[in-house]
């Protein structure tokens, strides 16, 4: 079983809708990255968060420590929302991350 | 600043060859990550770098890769001999504070070994 989890895999939705990707893990963390990848294949952080709640626009990222969770939502999701969102855990006091297998997203017209 | 950036970005090689991967961090940035992406196995880190000094290699796959990072501004990951399993899309990223700050990616590099 994969330290981290995310569900669901594959998403499609169309515009307008407010979306909702998880991720689990099953280890103790530090901290907690949501990544963003395009079709292109560049990758860019969203979020970086150990607890809370954080907000970016129209993308909010939550985390429940205890639970072992994290939320990403995208409200109002648009067309350009399209990619694949990476989660990635910080284990411990280690320095590395370990990453989720992803969800991809595409929302259309 | 240009951001993190990679050459090559499209690399083909033949079995055996020995293939060069560079990486230019943002100015600044004390932390250097080389990470590997494959269908099978998503993003892997092999190795980063603080101030220059290799920290952590244990996702480096076999003696076959290496990385160096000469001085602040530049790094390289060398595969020799290259395998047709090693055909995957190479990310350089860097950051100020590792793991725990914000990460910024180069546009990665795509090995395809024959």
């Known amino acids: 079983k994969n330290e981290v989890e995310q569900s669901p895999q594959n998403l499609t939705a169309q515009e307008g809708e407010f979306i909702t990707i998880n991720c689990s893990y099953s280890?103790?963390?530090?901290?907690l990255h949501w990544l963003q990848q395009h079709p292109g294949g560049g990758i860019v952080s969203l979020f970086m968060?150990?607890?809370g709640k954080k907000k970016h626009g129209r993308l909010i990222a939550t985390i429940n420590i205890q639970e072992k969770h994290s939320s990403l939502h995208i409200t109002a999701s648009h067309p350009r929302d399209s990619a694949v969102y990476i989660c990635?855990?910080?284990?411990?006091?280690?320095?590395?991350?370990?990453f989720g297998t992803g969800t991809r997203l595409q929302v259309t017209l | 600043d240009a951001g993190v950036i990679q050459s090559p970005r499209h690399e083909v090689t033949e079995m055996g060859q020995e293939v060069t991967l560079r990486c230019k961090p943002i100015?600044?940035?004390?932390?250097l990550f080389w990470y590997r992406q494959t269908m099978m196995r998503g993003l892997e880190l092999l190795i980063y770098?603080?101030?220059?000094?290799?920290?952590?290699d244990s996702g480096m796959p076999e003696d076959r890769f290496s990385a160096k990072m000469p001085n602040a501004s530049f790094s390289t990951l060398k595969i020799q001999p290259s395998e047709p399993r090693d055909s995957a899309v190479y990310f350089c990223?860097?950051?100020?504070?590792?793991?725990?700050?914000?990460?910024?990616f180069g546009e990665g590099s795509r090995l395809t070994v024959l």
């Open positions: 990223a860097s950051s100020f504070t590792g793991h725990g700050g914000e990460l910024f």
């Open positions: 280890v103790g963390i530090s901290a």
């Open positions: 968060l150990s607890s």
């Open positions: 990635a855990v910080i284990i411990g006091t280690a320095s590395k991350l370990t």
């Open positions: 100015s600044g940035h004390d932390y």
């Open positions: 770098f603080n101030n220059n000094v290799p920290i952590d």
